[in-house]
């Protein structure tokens, strides 16, 4: 599988930004397309996943309400509608398969290069 995160940028806190995950070659151990993060210094972060064949979502409690993952299989694209920005949700975000639902990082099977979202404040 290959992935390929894009849509980064420098937002206001409260604004919205949108990152799209391109997807490509999935195989059958490729079930779940999920966003991690890594802010400065700190260890990634799961932040949202989806099952790519049936639509199925996952957020971490701190994104919940305002991010939201999508997928257009047509597309091969997964998204992730970031609304109500925080400076705390300023990282380096990737995207990243997996075959089950994970949390960690380290159990994620590929990742694409990651995208940076900067929230000021």
């Known amino acids: 599988v290959q992935l390929q995160a894009s849509g980064g940028g420098l937002v206001q806190a409260g604004g919205s930004l949108k990152l799209s995950c391109q997807v490509s070659r999935l195989t059958t151990s490729d079930n779940f397309v999920n966003w991690f993060r890594r802010a400065p210094g700190k260890e990634y972060e799961f932040v949202a996943g989806?099952?790519?064949?049936?639509?199925?979502?996952r957020y971490a409690d701190s994104v919940k309400g305002r991010f939201t993952i999508s997928r257009v299989s047509a597309e091969s694209t997964v998204y992730l509608q970031m609304n109500s920005l925080k400076p705390e949700d300023t990282a380096v975000y990737y995207c990243a398969s997996s075959n089950e639902v994970i949390s960690a990082a380290v159990e994620a099977r590929s990742w694409g290069q990651g995208t940076q979202v900067t929230v000021s404040s």
């Open positions: 989806i099952k790519w064949r049936e639509g199925r979502k």
